[in-house]
């Protein structure tokens, strides 16, 4: 017997199958899809079965597998060809879609320490004359015939000398069983009584097949509910389910409401666990014993024998898309792949859909559902804009006397805050005010951001960090400057405002650690804060019902982004955020402090009116040929020799010149991030609509340049950042 293996090393030279004979004993084992180890030149590598033949045509004489990893498929056929699907669709090496798919232990070197864990339990072996047996054993015994084992621990408590002697004389003997990190109790399944709008909504779904859905429902309107009954009646026809929402959503919040209402049935798939449980989750999965998946992006590889339907929740949140490393796939375009292969259909969700999403649903590829009100007929927060030009006269500090109003209003009522501000750190850049210097990153082309609690200018690229200096380096004037405008510093504003307020600071400084979000969420929710501070991980999917007022301290930061996105993630932003207000019986405030108080993002906001913001957005997409009206792609041309980047990134261009007619080729630019740790970048934007010449062009290219290491090509379709 002959094997096709493709060998886990991401390096691009060796992206291809290699031919390995197998021998006698190992061939009953042999299936496509499980995980072997092979020599390779000098090295012993894993690899995946892909291929089983009688014949090679290799020229060299083929050598031979050297063992197993484990028995079971990894990667079942479905996989297999979703893999080779998203190698087109990306460009990026089979190895690298295959990695992707798998838990860590399952990937070659990672998996070492994630060992599945085992209890050890007893069995009788043969039958012997029990009425010898002495008191203790006797006990041993009668444990097993009620139950039909007993466990090792168990057993060991009651004598361990009676366990020896059993088990010398083979009246027991010794099994092993796979034990779960993480056990979960179907205690108090509850459910909602659906109002008519949401079991409207539920039936189109149901009674339809194969198709891709716009669930566009405004916030607290009651999707979360509609997701779970649609994936009960699917459960009840025996089929499994997928639920994506952005890892700051996949709150203990979020998946408690399922497990309240499916039990053990859920799989949770999020950071917050480790390795091992992760496996241990993945298991489940893999063996039927879970199936209602719930997880952030890289869930949408679930193994999952037969999907029912696909949630992906918050559809525009840009955690979808995977930017580094490669595949850089969208969740949502494997989401639909996967669907045409279970012939099952995909619910997207949001308040505030991408306008790629909703451009669809208008032209009828995606089918449109909307909840238009909250449920009970509660209605949406009132938004006011606060000019800040005019604010700033009156008060000092970074807080209208609104807004001040507004927190001491609710810190009376018992009530709690909200307030975004997108921007971590205490101030955003530092500058002397007598020459002009500007603090810079020395691997980085970025400004340093100065964070007080460690009195450090730190890097949010690199991670670089040094201490603050007490003069300017370039002049030696003491006329340091902090501009700009941090968390750190805002907490402390609030602190000079309010004596004995309580401030929860939640932004990546302060939840690094493991499980420190989901502690911070808890104690938000039991009311031990007042205030919840942060960047745009407080905007998203949370429920707190004491939650009255939330402020938005500066709606500009997201604004002044250079992106093309950058007013759609404005306007997405403000919404959610603006939806934590005011969710349960008492009525909500939104306050929004802006420089730019006539941006029409901030305006369309602030009236709750997508539609609106839509119309105007999709103008300006035309004028300027971005999408949905273009497809775009960024080319990345990144190495540490500035000067040969640049003559590369010149001859790609004119490779493409001469071979895309009806594309658009912008750059070679070194706009935004030009120099990141050390490494040089450019880029160039393609902007296009159909062009059958490009996807060639682009493998050509790759190809030319994947075993040149002064030079790496990375290829982003759909790009969700252009820097
Ligand atoms: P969304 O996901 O659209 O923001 P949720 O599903 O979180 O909305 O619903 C908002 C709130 O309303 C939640 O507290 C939820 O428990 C409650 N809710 C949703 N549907 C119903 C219903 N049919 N009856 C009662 N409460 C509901
Ligand atoms: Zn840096």
């Known amino acids: 017997m002959i094997v096709g293996v493709l060998v886990e090393l991401t390096n ?29 030149g000098k ?5 995946f079965v892909l291929e089983i033949k009688e014949s090679s045509s290799a020229d060299r004489e083929l050598k031979n597998i050297l063992s197993i990893v484990d028995e079971n498929i990894v990667l079942n056929q479905e996989l297999l060809n979703l893999g080779k699907w998203m190698q087109k669709e990306t460009i990026s090496s089979l190895i690298s879609c295959y990695q992707v798919m798998l838990p860590k232990a399952l990937k070659a070197k990672n998996g070492e320490n994630i060992s599945i864990k085992y209890d050890t339990y007893y069995v009788l072996d043969s039958s012997y004359d029990y009425d010898k047996l002495l008191e203790p054993q006797q006990r041993i015994i009668d444990c097993i015939l009620k139950d039909g084992f007993i466990l090792r621990k168990d057993a060991v408590d009651i004598s361990l000398s009676s366990v020896k002697t059993l088990l010398k004389h083979h009246i027991l003997k010794e099994e092993k069983k796979e034990h779960y990190r993480l056990s979960y109790s179907n205690q108090n399944l509850v459910k909602k009584e659906l109002t008519p709008l949401q079991s409207q909504v539920v039936d189109r779904v149901i009674h339809d097949e194969e198709k891709v859905f716009l669930l566009h429902g405004v916030t607290g309107s009651g999707k ?4 779970m009954e649609i994936i009960d009646y699917y459960l009840k ?4 389910s997928i639920v994506l929402v952005p890892e700051i959503s996949l709150t203990p919040q979020m998946v408690q409401r399922f497990r309240e209402r499916f039990g053990s049935i859920i799989a949770a798939l999020h950071s917050a666990l480790s390795d091992g449980e992760k496996y241990d989750e993945w298991r489940r999965i893999y063996r039927g014993e879970a199936s209602i998946v719930i997880g952030a992006r890289s869930a949408i590889f679930a193994p999952l024998p037969n999907i029912g339907v696909i949630i992906i929740d918050e559809e525009h949140s840009d955690s979808y ?9 969208h969740a949502r375009d494997v989401a639909i792949e996967r669907a ?9 969700g949001s308040a505030t859909p991408t306008l790629e999403t909703m451009a669809r649903a208008q032209k009828g590829n995606y089918q449109y559902l909307s909840l238009p009100e909250r449920v009970n007929g509660k209605s949406l927060p009132h938004i ?8 700033m006269k009156k008060s000092r500090g970074h807080f209208s006397l609104e807004l001040i109003d507004g927190i001491r209003n609710r810190l009376e009522k018992r009530e709690q805050v909200i307030l975004l501000l997108n921007r971590r750190g205490y101030s955003s850049f530092v500058t002397c005010k007598n020459c002009g210097y500007t603090f810079k990153c020395p691997n980085c082309d970025i400004t340093l951001t100065y964070h007080k609690s460690s009195n450090t200018m730190r890097c949010h690229y690199c991670g670089f960090g040094e201490k603050v200096y007490q003069s300017c380096p370039s002049c030696g004037e003491k006329a340091l400057n902090n501009l700009g405008v941090g968390t750190q510093r805002i907490e402390e504003e609030l602190m000079n405002l309010f004596s004995d307020i309580r401030i929860l600071r939640m932004d990546y400084d302060t939840t690094s650690r493991k499980g420190k979000h989901e502690e911070m969420i808890e104690k938000f929710q039991n009311h031990e804060y007042d205030v919840l501070l942060g960047t745009q991980m407080v905007a998203k999917g949370l429920d707190f019902s004491l939650v009255t007022l939330v402020g938005v301290i500066n709606a500009d930061t997201s604004l002044n982004i250079p992106d093309f996105r950058s007013s759609e993630n404005t306007f997405s932003l403000l919404s959610q955020v603006a939806g934590r207000s005011g969710r349960a019986k008492k009525a909500g405030e939104v306050l929004i402090q802006t420089f730019n108080p006539e941006h029409y993002s901030i305006c369309y906001a602030a009236k709750h009116d997508y539609q609106g913001f839509y119309e105007e957005e999709m103008k300006i997409r035309k004028l300027l040929k971005y999408p949905p009206y273009f497809y775009i792609c960024n080319i990345r041309i990144s190495g540490k020799n500035a000067e040969y980047i640049f003559d590369e990134s010149y001859k790609i261009k004119r490779c493409l010149e001469r071979n895309l007619h009806s594309t658009i080729i912008l750059g070679p630019s070194s706009s935004g991030l030009f120099k990141i740790n050390n490494i040089f970048h450019y880029h160039i934007i393609l902007k296009y609509k159909s062009d059958s010449s490009l996807y060639p062009t682009l493998e050509k290219i790759v190809d030319h340049y994947k075993s040149n290491s002064k030079i790496k090509i990375d290829i982003d379709f759909n790009p969700s950042q252009m820097l």
């Open 340 to 348: 045409h292969y279970h012939h099952c259909s995909v619910v997207l």
């Open 384 to 391: 006011t804009i606060i000019n800040m030009n005019d604010a």
């Open 224 to 227: 979360t509910e509609v997701y």
């Open 43 to 47: 090295m012993e590598l894993e690899g």
């Open 12 to 40: 691009k030279n060796v992206d291809r199958i290699f031919d390995y004979n197998v021998s006698e004993s190992l061939v009953p084992h042999i299936k496509i899809g499980i995980r072997v180890v092979v020599p390779f």
């Open 321 to 329: 898309k995977q930017n580094d490393p490669s595949p850089r796939y």
């Open 237 to 240: 026809q025996g089929k499994s």
